[in-house]
């Protein structure tokens, strides 16, 4: 069965770290271009991360650039989202994707995970 | 600016086409794809590369792009397209997605 599972969101204190994982079943979990985006309750959907199937091309949204990392276990088809230094405007559920199969460069979310709530507050 | 426009609602009768824009400088150099958002559910992939429907989207269900210009289109719209859709594209040259803010329709 071909999915994506989430997991990891909790309650955290703001400057607060967590970590997400998401497991991948399916498909070709190496061959794939990763993402994570997030949406505020409420609001829209952003975009914060992309990883290539080897795990050595890493992108992020400017909001998260430098308190976000994302990386990958090929071995165990998981791809992470490591959080520092939260902050109250990063409450979201967190969506894991996946992303085009052997490109060059990513393209857009295909299939998509349930979500993880993350909720940040003091 | 990479930002992608899309007007917060849109509304129809039932049977009547709803057309649904997305505008952004990034749309003449990168592809267009469509998001439909059911309430409680992860978003589901409606269009890719601009035009292409994934299999199980109904053919219903198409977009057309001119300039920075994308339209969703929902022929026959019916109360079970009723949802939030989100058009998506990637900034040329820095590899990051951006979504449009999402546009709820409401058939009724």
């Known amino acids: 069965q071909v999915q994506l599972v989430e997991s990891g969101g909790d309650l955290v204190r703001p400057g607060g770290t967590l970590r997400l994982s998401c497991a991948a079943s399916?498909?070709?979990?190496?061959?794939?271009?990763m993402a994570w985006i997030r949406q505020t309750p409420g609001r829209g959907l952003e975009w914060i991360a992309y990883i290539s199937g080897a795990g050595t091309l890493v992108y992020y949204a400017d909001s998260v650039k430098g308190r976000f990392t994302v990386y990958r276990d090929n071995g165990n088809n998981i791809v992470y989202l490591e959080m520092n230094g939260l902050r109250v405007d990063d409450t979201a559920v967190y969506y894991c994707a996946r992303d085009c199969e052997s490109c060059y460069v990513p393209a857009a979310p295909d299939l998509w995970g349930q979500g993880t709530l993350v909720t940040v507050s003091s | 600016s990479h930002d992608l426009t899309q007007p917060p609602s849109v509304s129809v009768s039932p049977g009547q086409a709803a057309r649904i824009p997305c505008s952004g400088d990034e749309l003449t150099k990168k592809y267009t794809y469509w998001y439909r958002q059911k309430s409680g559910q992860a978003p589901v992939m409606v269009i890719y590369?601009?035009?292409k429907r994934p299999s199980g989207i109904p053919e219903r269900i198409s977009a057309s792009t001119s300039g920075t210009v994308a339209t969703l289109i929902i022929s026959g719209a019916q109360v079970e397209d009723e949802a939030d859709y989100y058009c998506f594209s990637t900034v040329y040259d820095a590899n990051q997605g951006v979504f449009g803010g999402g546009t709820k329709l409401t058939v009724l």
């Open positions: 590369e601009d035009n």
């Open positions: 399916g498909f070709s979990f190496t061959s794939r271009y």
